[in-house]
């Protein structure tokens, strides 16, 4: 029977196309679902908030601290009169793919650490995930479209609650954004994102939906103290896509091992080892390592002459540092209000650099391989040249970047269900 089905699906052409407009249709169908129920859930929202019988009650689904990106927003929403911020954590929705049991444990500890209003909503033992309903949630608040149990994504909260969109990253590749555009984009309530440039470039490339808010980025409202920190670090922080079919940003194969033996050689640097949260997976997948122990070894080589960091809230981290080395987009633009130099590791096959990325990289010194690296890491580490900091500089002005994106959308949310309030 199997092959049956593999041989029809593969032969008759029509098959797939019958296939393709039923999944369409489904997900037009759920999206005229989720508008009618959100109509209901903000009159009923509006209602409470005008009455002032209650807080509204804001619940941030999180299923990964290293992308956690509303530290400041949740503790202003903890401080103020009208909203009441819990945590749901949660877990990755996926088999085989990550080391869930560990990274549920570090979720855990992150938010106990950072956040006192913490519901757990998945069990780790039965590796069962809570209906949401039940802990009275008026706006969830998504981190990533990603790997979200079925009774916590959207079309299921949306019976009771609106869905509310801040990106872990700066800059979302709308190529990702055209993956899950009906299922999760089109469907959320409102989007906050970081810059006008952006959400220009997303209509021009047909994002039809008119849910899209300019508030600027939460994670760098950490940079409005404006104070000047000591720059004592180095940072080496790979990314992890480096399959046929990723986004092809990673580019360990030709400098994580060579990196990881300078800095052994320049132990007085103070290093700090931040990989991506699916390096491990992406490397044993791609065998770049023979298997975790060996990975779990490098690891440890970092941690033996500086440190890993593995967790969100970094920026603090970033305001310390002296020289960034990476391959990962996100952290061109969250590092450039800290005004230090960046050594951007790149390959030419990259695809879906975003216009503003790109922009920023260019005021970083950009290496394709082992030579160029050599030489940018004497100038830059040993001797302190640094010849594109008034370019960076003036790219910071220029772009603004840093809002106070937390205020604005306290703002946007006050104005949105009681302007009386």
């Keep these: 029977m199997k092959k049956i089905k593999e041989f029809i699906w593969n032969k008759v052409p029509f098959v797939k196309f019958i296939h393709k407009q039923i999944i369409c249709f489904i997900k037009y169908l759920q999206f005229l679902i989720v508008k009618q129920r959100q109509k209901k859930v903000y009159k009923n929202l509006c209602l409470i908030a005008k009455q002032n019988k209650r807080k509204l009650k804001i619940g941030?689904?999180?299923?990964?601290?290293?992308?956690?990106?509303?530290?400041?927003?949740?503790?202003?929403?903890?401080?103020?009169?009208?909203?009441?911020?819990?945590?749901?954590?949660?877990?990755?929705?996926?088999?085989?793919?990550?080391?869930?049991?560990?990274?549920?444990?570090?979720?855990?500890?992150?938010?106990?650490?950072?956040?006192?209003?913490?519901?757990?909503?998945?069990?780790?033992?039965?590796?069962?995930?809570?209906?949401?309903?039940?802990?009275?949630?008026?706006?969830?608040?998504?981190?990533?479209?990603?790997?979200?149990?079925?009774?916590?994504?959207?079309?299921?909260?949306?019976?009771?609650?609106?869905?509310?969109?801040?990106?872990?990253?700066?800059?979302?590749?709308?190529?990702?954004?055209?993956?899950?555009?009906?299922?999760?984009?089109?469907?959320?309530?409102?989007?906050?994102?970081?810059?006008?440039?952006?959400?220009?470039?997303?209509?021009?490339?047909?994002?039809?939906?008119?849910?899209?808010?300019?508030?600027?980025?939460?994670?760098?409202?950490?940079?409005?103290?404006n104070k000047k920190y000591e720059k004592k670090y180095v940072i080496y922080a790979p990314h992890h896509s480096f399959g046929k079919r990723s986004l092809k940003l990673g580019t360990f194969e030709w400098n994580g091992k060579y990196i990881l033996e300078y800095a052994k050689k320049h132990s007085d640097f103070n290093w700090v080892f931040k990989p991506h949260p699916r390096l491990k997976t992406e490397l044993l997948k791609n065998n770049l390592f023979k298997n975790t122990e060996e990975i779990d070894a490098y690891y440890s080589e970092w941690a033996k002459i500086g440190s890993v960091y593995e967790e969100g809230n970094y920026i603090d981290l970033f305001k310390q540092t002296k020289c960034l080395i990476t391959d990962c987009l996100s952290f061109l633009v969250e590092f450039l209000p800290a005004e230090s130099p960046v050594i951007n590791l790149k390959r030419k096959d990259s695809v879906c650099i975003p216009q503003i990325t790109d922009k920023i990289s260019k005021a970083y010194y950009q290496v394709y391989d082992l030579e160029e690296l050599q030489k940018i890491l004497f100038d830059v580490l040993e001797k302190n040249i640094d010849v594109k900091k008034q370019e960076r500089l003036n790219l910071k002005e220029e772009l603004n970047i840093v809002r106070n994106a937390s205020d604005n959308i306290i703002e946007d949310l006050e104005n949105t269900f009681c302007k009386n309030f």
């Design 60 to 225: 941030f689904l999180v299923n990964e601290n290293e992308k956690w990106c509303c530290q400041t927003l949740y503790d202003k929403l903890k401080q103020g009169k009208h909203f009441e911020p819990i945590i749901l954590l949660t877990s990755l929705n996926e088999i085989n793919r990550e080391k869930l049991d560990e990274k549920y444990s570090k979720n855990v500890e992150f938010f106990n650490k950072y956040c006192n209003n913490i519901q757990i909503v998945y069990n780790n033992k039965t590796k069962q995930f809570d209906n949401l309903e039940k802990y009275k949630i008026d706006i969830v608040v998504y981190q990533q479209p990603w790997f979200i149990a079925k009774n916590q994504n959207l079309f299921s909260i949306s019976k009771y609650a609106l869905a509310i969109y801040i990106p872990y990253a700066f800059v979302e590749e709308y190529e990702i954004i055209n993956m899950f555009k009906y299922n999760f984009h089109y469907m959320l309530f409102k989007e906050y994102i970081s810059h006008e440039f952006i959400e220009q470039e997303y209509k021009n490339k047909g994002y039809k939906e008119n849910n899209l808010k300019v508030v600027g980025y939460t994670k760098l409202d950490r940079y409005s103290d």
